[in-house]
């Protein structure tokens, strides 16, 4: 306990995973995303290719020249030979040049396209993956994954490829000038190969574990930032800065066990084929000596091994960046992977609602979080509740008895563990989820606003076409018109979060966001707690002739939001303990009158 | 726009932003808003030479590893001149001492440039992680001390680029770029050296090639620094559009945002794909322009070269020679584009963070440290003055107009208002999130601004309202307000606000981790864990801006009771819309428009007719 906050800060969301797994296998997963561009991607690899074995060809021609014009002391010859190696030249540079052009674009895009993707995905998972989830491991997979996967696709897939036909042909060039001298060039492949699978295993333990920290490390930032107001406010900054600076060590000691990973496949992918040439060379030499071989074919053959080298050096770069692309991978699609709310509609059963059914209905509703520990008991049991069409219905309970959680699931936030919810008596689990957040309206406790102007803000509660007069009217009953003085009036953008506005002047805005619609069914989660007593005073005066024909759910915690309500419903122990208009509960229900008074010590409520 | 930019205080909490207000973040200039925050020129480099500076002895050693390894891997085509132009005549004659020399010298140099090549990787890694560590770090801890108002216009989402994809791109720079930039210089500098050496009028081809290739350098340069700035900005505004998303993910999903936000996502990703794919093909041309000068150079020296060997001018060896030496030397120009590359984007990303670390503190720390005196009672509570103190925006907008205000030690202020009347302006100056345009705030004599802020937090600390839970555990978050606290302490003070029950019965009580399975605190509990952390910091003003906002009635009560013992002794300024919290205080002001216009104790002030009294007859029959 000696410094909580390191505690605080070091809370890996992910666990590297452990079991064994094929990088191949992860990356084959890219396929979908890369097959719209695979005929460019093909292509250059192809372009690639050709590009790459020109470049073998050269230390033929040179051969030629020693060996043919040199040795015959043939000037004209010597030009042709030089005329051949500029073409080639040109070729070379061109196709090399046609290969990048060719995918530039595509693979911005495929990187685009899984960010987007990423995104949208995220934007439709359950609410209770982004409670588990810390944004900053989302945005590390969507910025620096995404980054690395690009990379990948651009140079180890094609050069992992490319590389591996140069090779192959230029060992195959090699074999046909002096099958002796092409064996002994050969001899350190299953030495390297051998090292390069050792390495490649426990570089992708090292690489996964690096980029969860990062992972960790963008959390930490982002939480410095979101609570900057606490830091300051206790002077903490330091401790935080210790913190992110524990992190960020524990970042370089994995990143420095990568390094010497690398550096010894690099060590030994330099030094054996060296050695291979250099017993070629003394080979060779011994060989010209005694006439067995030409001149031109041992400087041909050096020339091609030495042009051998950059591909033989580069396997042990271009294993790593895959092994990192497959860790992207990988966390990329963990994320993937998670199932979005399902948009499958149940049927709707019993054709005609029952007059009786109007309005908002809890039937027998039951919840725990999907993720809470086995055998809690369910925060919310047994909920039975009504609230008629038109009518609005305060809910009461004490702090954490799960006011908000209840109102969370009308609009399918969460979804009921048994029971169903009724809106004119359809199952809100048989209409899509658009259409009942489109039928019902929500306002958080906590107002977010996005980055964008205030009239936008307010109305994203609108249905298409909502203009002036409708913002207009919104903003007058959640007496928001202080936006109207704002430097641009409504047009003025506020800030991330919104946090340029203070939060009685957020929470009004929510409000007129979820009035804007003139929805049928209206959720607030109490809408009102930084409001001062006479903007609150008129909030509620407006608020009611919008309640006056709307059925609403208001979470309330004082009397004075409570009578906005024509019933109240009391939330206690999980169940709905009592329903009744205020003066009836404060008459006859001691915990209820003790919430709103906060008197009758004796009667604290026994949840 | 200045430096000073930053200095200047948003419109913010419960102030109406004037008409010149700032922060609304919409005149289309303005550099928060295109990101562009300006530095001071050459900041960008002075950043790096600084970052370095401390590394420079290992640095070194790293670049002579370097030195050295090129050295043994250059030394083959030599040896390969030497095999064919001497020992070969040689073993002809059975002198075999030659050959064997060769053999040795290859094994030698392999074996060498191996090792040195591990220990080059090796080193490079530790110079360039502690660069890295060494940023991140600078980072963070400027962005910590950048006041608050710096913040609400910055974005959480630009910060976390500038510390992750910024710091990235130096981290590709310092990995790949420097050893390529290394290693492309040092083979030039060799292999010419080496050709002009093996015969002058062949090296002097060779080096003529420098000339197209360096313009080719320079135009790169250019064009790839313009198109990589774009690309820092462009993927700075996809992150600030991610986390925004992420982190209002409900209400995204109650108003059905998903696809406007894709949508708008879209615009920015597509922005980003084309800055993106805008490098990589100036990345191509730049390719095709140096492959092109390389090979033309190819061709043109062994033209020359073989033009003499077949006159007899040139030994074949040497030809030989040059001809690999060649195939090495223009070898890493590619490489040189991808250095050109990774320098092009840790430029574009040091220029951003050199804007945020130019950034300078509207809220500095004390040169020249000072100290609150000693307690004078047996009490912790200490002395208020706000001395003549004026606040308003540095665009004009007047705030708060110039005011005295003594606040005794011990006393229990509250202060009431309408919306937008200055009440949190105040506690903002009290609390040292902003200084005053004018005038000073003491505490016990002291000026604020000489405090520093360990010992300026032992003396005011707020709550707001905004409860925000760091991941962790539920005991990590509210030993914020004092890390060296016990258990024991942690227990007492949750006990003390009412919440000791709540944590209790969760999974693993103290221990929960919030953000683990049935973690889940709801916003009243939020602020009791937020009040708790106060109550353990145990400063000697305790300044709570609307602090129970989202508490029950019996959860409101509880926290006055505690506060009732708590505050005892203790300074307090408490800013709430519930007038409860006026019956623990012993004295009111009412603000309205930035000035105090009651002030007295609460009983006088009820029984009078002035707002006070009306403000509490409203909030009476709220209470109905």
Known sequence: MSVPVRTLAVMPTTRATTEDRSAVRTLLRLWP??????????????????????????????????????????????????????????????????????????????????????????????????????????????????????????????????????????VVIMLMQDWVLGLVILGPAIPVMWTCAVFERRYAEVARRAQDQVGDLTTVVEESVLGIRIIKGFGRHRSQARAFRELSVTLRGTELRKARLLAMIWGV???????????????????????????????????????????????????????????????????????????????????????????????????????????????????????????????????GSGKTTLTALVPRLHEVTS??????????????????????????????????????????????????????????????????????????????????LSGGQRQRLALARAVVGRPEFLVLDDPLSALDVHTEAAVEAALRQVLADTTALIVAHRPSTVLLADRVALLSGGRIAAVGTHQELLRTNAEYAHLMSGDFEDTEDSR | MTTTTASTPTAEDDELPGPQGQGTGSDPGDVFDRDVLPAPPGATAALLRSLLAPLRARAVVTTLLLLLQQAAVQVGPLLVAYAIDSAVPAFREHRHGPLIAVGVGYLLCALASGVLQFAFIEASARVSQDVLL?????????????????????????????????????????????????????????????????????????????????????????????VYRARSTAIAAVIVKFVETMNGVRPVRAFRREAANDAEFAVLNRRHERTNGDALLEMAR????????????????????????????????????????????????????????????????????AGLLAQTPSVPEPAVPGELPPLKGDFPGREVVFDGVRFGYRTGGEVLPRFDLTLPAGQTVAVVGATGAGKSTLAKLLARFYDPSEGRVLLDGVDLRELPVPELRRGVVMVTQEAFLFSGTVADNIAIGRPDATREDIERAAKAIGAHEFISALPDGYDTDVRKRGGRISAGQRQLVAFARALLADPAVLILDEATSSLDIPGERAVQRAMSTVLRGRTAVVIAHRLSTVEIADRVLVMEHGRIVEDGRPEELIGGTGRFADLHRAWRDSLA
Request: hydrophobic share 50%.
């Open chain 1, 33 to 170: 995303y890369v097959r719209p561009v695979r005929a460019r991607l093909f292509t250059a690899a192809f372009v690639a290719i050709v590009a790459s074995c020109t470049g073998l060809v050269i230390p033929l021609v040179l051969k030629w020249i020693v060996d043919g014009p040199v040795a015959d002391r043939d000037p004209a010859g010597v030009w042709l030979g030089a005329l051949y190696l500029l073409l080639l030249g040109i070729a070379e540079a061109v196709l090399f040049g046609i290969r990048r052009w060719l995918v530039a674009r595509p693979l911005s895009h495929v990187e685009a396209e899984m960010r987007a993707g990423l995104y949208g995905h995220l934007q439709r998972l359950p609410v209770a993956f982004h409670d588990r989830w810390a944004s900053g491991q989302l945005l590390s997979r969507g910025t620096t994954d995404l980054m690395l996967l690009r990379m990948f696709l651009a140079f180890p897939l094609t050069f992992l490829l490319v590389n591996g036909v140069t090779i192959l042909v230029g």
């Open chain 1, 269 to 399: 992918i330099v030094t054996l084929p060296e050695l291979a040439i250099g017993a070629a060379l003394v080979l060779g030499a011994v060989r010209v000596a005694d006439g067995g071989l030409s001149a031109g074919t041992l400087v041909a053959f050096l020339s091609t091994a030495l042009a051998l080298r950059w591909p033989v050096d580069s396997i042990g770069f271009l294993l790593a960046m895959s092994q990192e692309a497959a860790t992207a991978t990988e966390r990329y699609f963990e994320v993937m992977d998670e199932v979005r709310e399902d948009d499958a509609v149940a049927p709707r059963e019993g054709g005609q609602a029952r007059a009786a059914d109007a309005g908002l209905r809890f039937e027998n509703v039951l919840f725990r979080y999907p993720d809470a520990p086995p055998g809690s008991p369910p925060l919310l049991t047994r909920i039975d509740l009504h609230v008629r069409p038109g009518e609005s219905m305060a809910l009461v309970g004490a702090t």
């Open chain 1, 419 to 500: 029971g169903r919810i009724t809106l004119n008596g359809v199952d809100i689990t048989a209409m899509p989820r658009e259409e009942l957040r489109a039928k019902v309206a929500v306002a958080f406790e906590e107002p977010t606003l996005f980055s964008t102007s205030v009239g936008e803000n307010v109305l994203m509660g609108a249905p298409e076409g909502a203009g002036r007069p409708d913002l207009d009217r919104a903003l007058a009953v959640a007496q928001a018109d202080f936006a109207h003085a704002l430097p641009q009036g409504t047009d003025t953008r506020v800030g991330e979060q919104g946090l340029s």
């Open chain 2, 134 to 226: 060494d940023l991140r770090g600078r980072i963070f801890r400027h962005a910590q001390a950048l006041s608050v108002d710096f913040h609400e216009r910055y974005t959480s989402g630009r910060l976390i680029s500038r510390s992750t994809t910024d710091v990235e791109s130096l981290r590709e720079l310092l990995n790949d770029g420097l050893q390529e930039l290394v290693t492309v210089v040092l083979s030039f500098v060799y292999i010419s050296a080496m050709l002009l050496w093996l015969d002058l009028s062949l090296g002097a081809v060779a080096v003529a090639s420098f000339v197209p290739l360096y313009l080719l350098v320079r135009v790169y340069q250019r064009r790839a620094g313009r």
């Open chain 2, 286 to 353: 730049y390719v095709v322009g140096s492959r092109l000068v390389a090979n033309t150079a190819v061709a043109g020296i062994v033209l020359w070269g073989a033009y003499r060997v077949a006159s007899g001018s040139l030994a074949l060896g040497v030809l030989a020679a040059a001809v690999l030496y060649l195939r090495r030397l223009y070898d890493p120009i590619d490489r040189l584009g991808m250095f050109l590359n990774s320098y092009q984007s840790a430029a574009a990303s040091l220029e951003k963070v």
